[in-house]
């Protein structure tokens, strides 16, 4: 059985999930993942594995 792997990198600007993109969080401190932005840049590295599906496999 053949299976395909493809890797795929990139980045992407997302609201930081730790202060919901305020730059502070609940207690008024300035938060530590996004250092008060209210934005991170992350880092994707993807592997992707597309095999073929076959009915009645019970191989696996
Ligand atoms: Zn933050």
């Known amino acids: 059985m053949e299976s395909r792997t493809t890797r795929t990198e ?3 600007r997302e609201t930081c999930r ?3 993109g ?3 969080l609940a207690s008024g ?3 530590p993942v996004c250092l008060g ?3 991170v840049d992350k880092h ?3 592997r992707i ?3 073929p ?3 009645n496999d019970h191989s696996r």
């Open 44 to 46: 994707y590295d993807v």
């Open 49 to 51: 594995t597309v095999k």
């Open 53 to 55: 599906f076959v009915k």
């Open 22 to 24: 305020y730059g502070t």
């Open 18 to 20: 730790n202060c919901k």
């Open 29 to 31: 401190e300035k938060c």
């Open 37 to 39: 932005s209210g934005l």
């Open 10 to 12: 990139y980045d992407k």
